[in-house]
């Protein structure tokens, strides 16, 4: 059994030892919208095809980051998967099972009506290329690509929304649907912060390594007495949006015990990200994330009643009472 994370809340102040990074409803949670969330009438189809086309033009819009109009597709469209790179970036590759961050348009390829798209909502997508995360068409369509590209592929039901279609979109069984997707940015196990350094001068709190190499940094734990507050502070200052008491955050971490220096639970340790909302998590990460900025780390130190108390999970290795220390990462807001 993989190991599981121990900042999820539950009522009672108690930690659940749910999965992180597994909570694939999060993801498809970035807006109310009919994001291209997986199917599982769908999911057991074999790969497809990657064929050139043929795939609608863009008669508007045609520029990264600027809201597409794609005409109506002419003929019949591919039994495969079309797709055709319309502006090569030069970020860092996709790959199968990172998360993306992008914008999208989705229309259905016989009839043009747009069922999605994230411009108008001014927030990108932020999910999971993995199977029962997202339709397979682009688990299959984006792998090899670089953040900064503009990509436009058609997917047939087998790769999409299968027989049964999606009724709250619009979508038939029998539809090929059409995307552009303009990716931002990639994330994976090895992504880190990315700011400026913030001088760490108050010997009284834990020092954090500011490495930005995918590796865990280092946390230095003074010997002295625990504060009894909330300690938030910049360890890299980012400069994306603040992060909102209800937003859904994608980040790295890692915890240790103020007592012992002993660490307790990382992303780092799985090479898994953790994506959760602040509304699920203990007091201490929700109050000590609120209002910092997406692309920062930040050190917490959360006192007992704003973490576990005198109710820690059992087989954490965390004592009663005890005083946590965390060094988060904050990637992306979902």
């Known amino acids: 059994m993989r190991r599981r994370s121990l900042i999820i809340a539950v009522p009672a102040g108690l930690a659940t030892l749910a999965a992180c990074g597994d909570d694939k409803s999060d993801s498809s949670k970035a807006s109310d919208s009919t994001?291209?969330?997986?199917?599982?009438?769908?999911?057991?189809?074999?790969?497809?095809?990657?064929?050139?086309?043929?795939?609608?033009?863009?008669?508007?819009?045609?520029?990264?980051?600027?809201?597409?109009?794609?005409?109506?597709?002419?003929?019949?469209?591919?039994?495969?998967?079309?797709?055709k790179t319309l502006i090569t970036g030069n970020g860092t590759t996709v790959v199968e099972g990172d998360y993306i961050q992008a914008h999208y348009l989705g229309q259905i390829y016989s009839t043009a009506k747009i069922?999605?798209?994230?411009?108008?909502?001014?927030?990108?997508?932020?999910?999971?290329?993995?199977q029962s995360s997202i339709i397979d068409g682009w688990r299959y369509a984006l792998p090899g690509k670089k953040a900064g590209s503009r990509v436009e592929f058609s997917v047939p039901p087998t790769w999409a929304y299968g027989k049964e279609g999606n009724a709250q979109a619009g979508i038939k069984g029998t539809d090929t649907l059409v995307f552009v997707?303009?990716?931002?940015?990639?994330?994976?196990?090895?992504?880190?912060?990315?700011?400026?350094?913030?001088?760490?001068?108050?010997?009284?709190?834990?020092?954090?390594?500011?490495?930005?190499?995918?590796?865990?940094?280092?946390?230095?734990?003074?010997?002295?007495?625990?504060?009894?507050?909330?300690?938030?502070?910049?360890?890299?200052?980012?400069?994306?949006?603040?992060?909102?008491?209800?937003?859904?955050?994608?980040?790295?971490y890692k915890g240790v015990v103020w007592d012992s220096g002993k660490e307790f639970d990382s992303t780092y340790s799985r090479g898994q990200l953790a994506s959760f909302?602040?509304?699920?998590?203990?007091?201490?990460?929700?109050?000590?994330?609120?209002?910092?900025?997406?692309?920062?780390?930040v050190l917490i130190s959360i006192p007992p009643k704003l973490g576990y108390g005198d109710k820690p999970p059992a087989g954490s290795g965390i004592e009663k009472d005890s005083t946590l220390v965390f060094t988060v990462d904050i990637l992306a807001k979902m």
């Open 277 to 297: 909302s602040l509304q699920q998590v203990v007091k201490g990460w929700a109050q000590g994330l609120t209002g910092k900025k997406v692309g920062s780390r």
């Open 181 to 252: 997707v303009d990716i931002q940015n990639t994330f994976n196990g090895k992504s880190s912060a990315k700011g400026k350094n913030v001088p760490q001068t108050d010997s009284a709190l834990p020092k954090v390594g500011t490495n930005t190499d995918g590796k865990a940094p280092s946390i230095e734990v003074p010997k002295k007495a625990a504060p009894t507050k909330l300690v938030s502070e910049y360890v890299i200052e980012g400069d994306g949006d603040e992060v909102a008491a209800d937003s859904t955050l994608l980040v790295q």
């Open 35 to 83: 994001s291209p969330s997986a199917s599982s009438s769908a999911s057991s189809a074999p790969p497809p095809k990657i064929v050139d086309g043929p795939l609608p033009a863009i008669t508007a819009g045609a520029k990264f980051g600027e809201k597409p109009t794609v005409a109506k597709g002419s003929g019949s469209p591919s039994d495969q998967l079309a797709v």
């Open 115 to 130: 069922f999605d798209n994230s411009y108008d909502r001014k927030t990108p997508l932020v999910i999971q290329l993995a």
